[in-house]
């Protein structure tokens, strides 16, 4: 148990459904983050929200648009996805990533295993 | 652009030691981690190190970093079947930067 839990953990879906993607984290962190994990690849970065801000989305299409209502919660909603999405995609907590004065660790969920047919 | 590189798989016999090795290219980098994910899970912090130190030694694991190179390794001594997993690098530069992690090595241990 790492405190950040993640539903569903198994999700298949069409490319024309809408589906969400849910984070809750009992850490009382500050910062929320969803990373995709694809096979051989690095973690790549989607959306990091800082006390309810978003304050990085690199590049991420908008079939993928991220909700984070409160500190504890973060959402990705997903609709007319593609093949290429299916992935593991991981969320994650820090205490506060602005702060220069923490080791800036991350609190990773088990992920939510996506596929796209 | 920021980049960090490590090879994809390992494979030790049981009782060996392990290292892994990471290198990276943001020299402003503050702090340095290693992730261990296991089949089904995600990553959980295994060990860091900040960028003013050389080695950090907990229990089985020890990390070395050079600084001058870049390069960040970790080694597992006495390396056990249940160490397999993925094992990712990541490094943090200045605040208010996300983590930047590698593919991740594949260690397999062998009995």
Redesign the interface.
Known sequence: E?G?T?TPRHLVMGMTNKKSLKCEQHLGHNAM?W?KQSA????E?MF?YNFKEQ??NNSVPSRFSPECPNSSHLFLHLHTLQPEDSALY?C?SSQD????VN?????????SRLTVL | GED?EQS?FLSVREGDSSVINCTYTDSSS??L?W?KQEP??????LT?IFSNMDMKQDQRLTVLLNKKDKHLSLRIADTQTGDSAIY?CAE?G???T???????TTLSVSS
């Open positions: 790492t950040v993640q983050y990373y051989k690849k690095p973690l970065l990091v304050t990085e991981l994650a990533h602005l702060a220069g080791t800036g660790e991350l609190f990773f969920g088990e992920g | 960090v994809l503050t702090y981690y992730y089904g899970a995600g990553l959980q912090l860091y990712f943090k200045q605040a208010g996300a983590l930047i992690f590698g593919k991740g």
